[in-house]
């Protein structure tokens, strides 16, 4: 063990500087604060050692918002550097930190929480169901990808961040060119949050397949489900070669091996491969569920039934298929050959059908539709013209020739972010908007929402429309600045604009969580948007066991089905028995804890110690397979309470429905 | 969650907590046959990059190999009859092949570690050559994941004899099969792909 307890903490920038003594500042608040209101024992009873689904739910979106926080702050400092010609505010080295953790958070710790977020508040209650079909492992999932963020986050202050960029390419990333230990941060935090990820796939497709309700066919299921089910077999199929990817970059990294180093017979080349074998399936993944919600959110705001379900079911399988076959598409430009690079465009273009498809299917759900102009519909109403244009990008970048051209110029940037932002944020704040009554028993403000949806829309196309001017004037991504006479200065100082107007669109947004969290009227009714699936049916927010009664199903839009024909909605107390659920465990929360112990002194390459920690892990197995607590029954008369206080409540419940 | 407990099928089978776990392991076995596929493919585009070190036909002793090979084949049939035992609920045949199987496994992984350490001491390690990298951290992973199979085996088998053959306790014995099966076909192309090709070649 050779501690370097010089590279420790990062001294010496004030802007670190004052993190840290922020950071520090906010955890003796957060402990001070939880202390002073005598909370510990609540947070961990009712939080922190919970199980259900609902839950633990919250706690990724909460993270997902932080993170965003985060990656957006990461953000807004780049384009501060770049606001002007030669500007002096980041040096080279800060910068590529910067837009490294920046595309980290947003993809794999914003991006991800909040829809794996939404994904374990609505899906099982969509399908009918109590839970989902691990608990446990569910709480390990979350728990696990906290601990990989935060072990992450804490990089730019101990130690030092990342810095060869969020697809950490080799030889750059290797010892050889980048000795620190940022990159270790790189392989090890997005290792444990990676397994964390695995998890909830496995979890998701076992709950989607098995817990359904009675009567739920698979071509019954809500859009959402359908497009998270397909997600979850995504994680599944490529994951593991992100696992394997990290492992090798971190064997080579700390244990001399020579995968893709240029020394030693190493490769390279092979870990861009690996990397986007996962990396492009990734992209699926996060945008698959993001168009469930959009179709959720535009077939109840039009008042229809979504149009082209099937076609929908198929073209989201479609889109899974190929976007296992286009990942060489990242680097045409490496050369091998007009052949493959030809094969991979086609396949590349090829995803434009399906998702061609949605597109005209989401028009045609809201074509003779009375259109509900919520918050959330508004998302999904800027969200396909937004999106048309980065798919109409991303054929162009798709064309192998063409691509010499585009490839790693800000061109690029701007479609990625056309893509994902109008795919995946967007999305996401649809998704809080509609589901947070259902998550909390109070709405989001729709004031506070539009003053959020027009700032940040208008903030988010003045940021990159200029980028894409910019890119095919042959400004290139990762550049920490450019001189005056390349003429680039007005775009960027457009763009910088535009950044600030989307932050101030993401500051209304956390003020409008405070405002509605304080003031927001309680009196709702479990259905505020006069909705049309099984989420909407029971209370909001739901009681941990979700149903009383588990719903049977009879059509899709199985809810609406149910309003329209009067059935299924009243409960006789008869009708009630006892329900059987999981316990609270604190054995996930520990796994958490002890991963990150063992992560951080990998990170540090304190390989002994870094066993030592690893026993622990090990003793958390051990405990799990003696555990045998069965979970508890809920009687009758807590049930028959619970039930009675939102049905009568609701009689009187305002609706919010036009 | 619900605990309609089916008695017609198999103790293992029998509540829906079971299935859905028996399912989720099956689906963690497909995510496992990715992360072996990965590792193969990185083996396989590694092979040949010798960098100077030693090369297969310099290292690899046939006659060991073999040994290995016969001995994890072999856990994993007296697995198979460990379970077949379970299913006609023959609690000390169980036990009694289970620890067969276990035993197997151990010398496999007791073979294994000494082969490694015998090619260490040939001056062929890990940070040698991409050839050499790609195959331990291939041959190590298979070994690691035997390795937690028999600490994993352990405790079920401590179980059972706490508690007797119970859903539960068949349930976990079952799955441990199934991950026990798959390591062996994972050492089946190991032993094809890694060995016995390079070795003719």
Known sequence: MNINWHDFFIVGNPLILGSQIAILLTMIGIVAGVTYLKKWKWLWREWLTTVDHKRIGIMYILSGVLMFFRGGVDGLLMKAQTSRPEMKFLDAQHYNEIFTTHGVIMILFAAMPLLIGLMNVVIPLQIGARDVAFPQLNALSFWLFFSGAMLFNISFVVGGSPDAGWTAYFPLAGKEFTPGIGNNYYAIALQIAGIGTLMTGINFIVTILKMRTKGMTLMRMPMFTWTSFIASVIIVASFPIFTVALALMTFDRIFGTHFFTLAGGGMDMMWANLFWLWGHPEVYIVVLPAFGMFSEVISTFSRKMLFGYKSMVFSIVGIAFLSMLVWVHHFFTMGAGPGVNSVFSITTMMIAIPTGVKMFNWLFTMRKGRIEFSTAMLWALAFIPCFIIGGVTGVMLAMGAADYQYHNTLFLVAHFHYVLIPGVVFAVFAGLYYWWPKMFGHMLNEKIGKIHFWFFTIGFNLTFMPMFFLGLDGAVRRSYTYSAESGYAPLFLLSTIGAVILAIGFGALCYNIYWSARYADRNISNDPWDARTLEWATASPPPFYNFAKLPEVKSVDSFWYMKKNNEGLTLKDEEIEEIHMPSNSGLPIYMGVIFGIAGFFLVFEWKIAALVATVGILIGLIIRSFDYNDGFHVHVDEIKETEKAWRNVDKGGNSHVS | ?201
Request: aromatic share 14%.
């Open chain 2, 1 to 201: 969650m619900s605990a309609n407990v089916n008695t017609a099928l198999p103790l293992e089978y029998q509540t829906e907590q079971n299935r859905m776990n028996i399912l989720g392991f099956w689906i963690f076995l497909g995510a496992e046959i990715i992360l072996f596929g990965t590792l193969f493919a990185v083996f396989s585009v590694l092979s040949a990059r010798y960098a100077g070190g030693p090369t297969p036909k310099d290292l690899f002793e046939i006659k060991d190999v073999m040994v290995e090979t016969i001995l994890l084949l072999t856990s994993s049939f007296t697995c198979g009859l460990a379970i077949y035992e379970m299913r006609r609920h023959n609690r000390n045949g169980l036990l009694l092949w289970f620890i067969i199987t276990l035993l197997l496994g151990a010398g496999f992984v007791f073979m294994e570690i000494t082969e490694f350490i015998h090619y260490v001491h040939e001056g062929a390690t890990m940070q040698t050559s991409a050839f050499l990298s790609s195959f331990f951290v291939l041959l190590g992973t298979h070994g690691l994941h035997v390795s937690m199979g028999i600490g994993w085996a352990t405790m079920v088998i401590i179980q059972i004899l706490k508690r007797g053959l119970t859903p539960v306790t068949a349930r976990k014995t079952f799955i441990i099969g199934l991950y026990w099966h798959f390591l062996d076909v994972v050492w089946i192309f190991i032993f094809t792909f890694v060995y016995l090709a390079r070795m003719v070649a």
